[in-house]
């Protein structure tokens, strides 16, 4: 017999509240901040066939979609404290529900967050979270702190980098050939690793921050608008797998630069920094490196491993292009 | 030319910020309830098809997808802060954009919130909100406070009542013969009018509340499974409209009682509290009325003017069931 909406939510989503006063089953969660700290809160929604492809695993998926949305609150160096979750699926599908429901709840205790609202209804695959977390006030990181001679930096994971999720895609699309790394590749893009312990290690060392959702020139560019500034980056400094460093120069660094799904930090700090900014990554784990500096003219500059400045069109991601 | 998601973001719902720190744009908005207030949370989704029908002008649909989850505020007592947006859609449509963003402002307004951040995708039509309130510390209004011998109260429109909404979408789906009061009908299913001040106004006064969603049977049912006790409802007792009314008794009945979509508060106050709670009413410009008590042995009974059990099987609205 199927499960209705109420018995589903109860199976797989009902778990006992613990930091919220109530869990999901009231009208409303309610949260508090400890006092002098700000609440983070951030959005995003996750639609089969433009933020996933229909061949993901659900377990995979439960990560993902809690995964993007930490990533926001790691670029606002938030420490996560709670989630709600709108799912919208075709039909109720119990395979599908505990693969998803275990994905997001591995993830989600990893964090030692946990579910505090939530709906479910019938429709086209899409996923809706709201996550919630804290920062003591004036202390989030902000997209508009960026200073002309600030170094510019991406986290990375080790032995990975930038564009791996977008190689992934563009093989699947039948773009790039299917080699042996397709399945690493994958791996970067349907289970990103939010870089939440760098965000919080960076309070008070980096200027500005955001995280790379929609590829480094677009999220970038949201950077220097806000903050005033242009920007030089060298695209051969950029952080790459070796699977992308095999590729020719120009597929290479259309993944790196405008790839999107990245879910790594984009920050900037003076140079004076640097020691801070290395030992908040040592801290959290992460791997970073300087790809470029801001400077006073606005605009972005791309430029490779000689100086010389790098032609060729790269945009950001858009959902709603078709490509 | 199409916009793309960052130039609708900037064109249709960009505002200055003004109570959160933080508006649309960054990573994450930022928000601190007031100190002694916590901060209550819900979140809703709507799709096209299951929440609202193709045939809604854009306007409404933005006053409904907002009204919706006002009305999970205003069953827990909170007064709104701010929400934050995701929505899909097929297309960038700028007529579409235009109107909704109207009808979701002018609501929006009207409660002095604000959007704070949100998401934008291609996708099948459907939105998500998350909505925030704040409550003073400990006075939420909870569906676990329902005692044996309290009233069962329910709010309405001076002139309406439940189920306009229910026989609104049986006139649509041709299961009822459309009648004149379609237009006044329609206004009940899309522009619902959250019960806002009356929550706020019931603190301290109602031991119980939930907003009918889902329909009275399936919405009460959640309070008494909280609260650990049962009620006798007088289903002719009901609030209904003039429309309504007309209806052959089981119909009425039938669209009154797990009808759905009527937004509108479903609470309990013990009979001394009978004064405070037509204070609050008035003050909050709602009608309520009284239908029911709450009694200790387990279970819902419905009974007639009479006091004669109703038969028929009423169940709740199940967003994954098909009828």
């Not at 790809?291 to 945009?315: C, K, Q, S, T, Y």
């Amino acid at each position: 017999m199927a499960l209705g909406e109420f018995d589903l939510i109860a199976k797989y989503f009902q778990r006992p509240a613990r930091r919220s006063p109530l869990g999901v089953g009231d009208d409303c969660a309610l949260l508090a901040p400890a006092p002098g700290r700000q609440l983070a809160v951030s959005c995003d929604m996750l639609v089969e066939g433009r933020h996933f492809l229909s061949t993901v695993a659900p377990e995979r998926l439960g990560h993902k979609a809690l995964a993007v949305n930490l990533s926001d609150l790691a670029a606002c160096g938030a420490r996560p404290l709670a989630f709600t979750l709108a799912l919208a699926m075709p039909r109720v599908d119990e395979d599908f529900l505990d693969g998803f429901a275990r994905g997001l709840y591995a993830l989600a205790d990893a964090h030692a967050i946990e579910l505090v609202g939530g709906d479910t209804t019938a429709g086209s695959l899409a996923m809706c979270i709201t996550v919630f977390g804290e920062v003591p006030a004036g202390q989030a990181l902000l997209r508009s702190g960026a200073r002309a001679g600030d170094d510019l930096w991406v986290s990375h994971a080790p032995g990975g980098g930038l564009g791996d999720a977008r190689l992934a895609l563009e093989m699947f699309r039948g773009r790039v050939p299917v080699s042996p790394d397709l399945e690493s590749l994958r791996l970067a893009m349907e289970c990103p690793q939010p870089r939440v312990a760098l965000g919080v290690a960076l309070r008070g060392v980096a200027s500005a921050a955001i995280d790379l959702s929609d590829g480094l020139v677009g999220d970038l560019a949201h950077v220097l608008r806000r903050s005033g500034v242009g920007a030089v980056v060298d695209v051969d400094a950029l952080p790459v797998s070796a699977a992308l460093a095999a590729l020719p120069a120009d597929l290479r660094r259309e993944c790196a630069v405008s790839g999107g799904d990245d879910y790594e930090l984009l920050f900037t700090a003076p140079p004076a920094r640097e020691a801070a900014v290395r030992s908040a990554a040592a801290q959290a784990g992460v791997a970073v490196r300087r790809i470029g500096r801001i400077d006073a003219a606005p605009g972005l500059r791309l430029v490779d491993a000689r100086g010389e400045p790098v032609g060729g069109h790269f945009g950001a991601f858009d959902h709603f292009a078709t490509r």
